[in-house]
């Protein structure tokens, strides 16, 4: 069974950074998209980035591209997101997931990590 880890999460005012990290126990074979995930209380959970990680190839989300970019260490099978110039509604649980497809859709995705909680402050 693979498990994901996520770690980076905290408390940061707006303009600031943080760089989550995700952690695969072991390779995830045809799961190979990694998608960062973030939910707001009350509201679905939705995609902000998404890597395939054989390939390199990256997606954003409207909202978060050209502050967050998601990266990869495959000497250590963990994934990276870099959130630069974060602002208060960038407040939410981030999760990351190892899925079959760089889609918006959580059915898509086969793990999931448990979440880290980002909290922007004004």
């Known amino acids: 069974q693979v498990q994901l880890v996520e770690s980076g999460g905290g408390s940061v005012q707006a303009g600031g950074s943080l760089r989550l990290s995700c952690a695969a126990s072991k390779y995830t074979y045809g799961s190979n998209r990694m998608g960062w995930f973030l939910q707001a209380p009350g509201k679905e959970r939705e995609q902000v980035a998404c890597?395939?990680?054989?390939?390199?190839?990256?997606s954003y989300a409207v909202t978060v591209k050209g502050r967050f970019i998601i990266s990869q260490d495959n000497t250590k099978s963990t994934v990276y997101m870099h959130m630069n110039s974060l602002k208060p509604e960038d407040t939410a649980m981030y999760y990351c997931a190892a899925g079959r497809r760089c889609m918006n859709r959580v059915t898509d995705y086969d793990y999931w990590g448990q979440g880290t909680q980002v909290t922007v402050s004004s």
């Open positions: 890597m395939h990680t054989a390939f390199g190839n990256t």
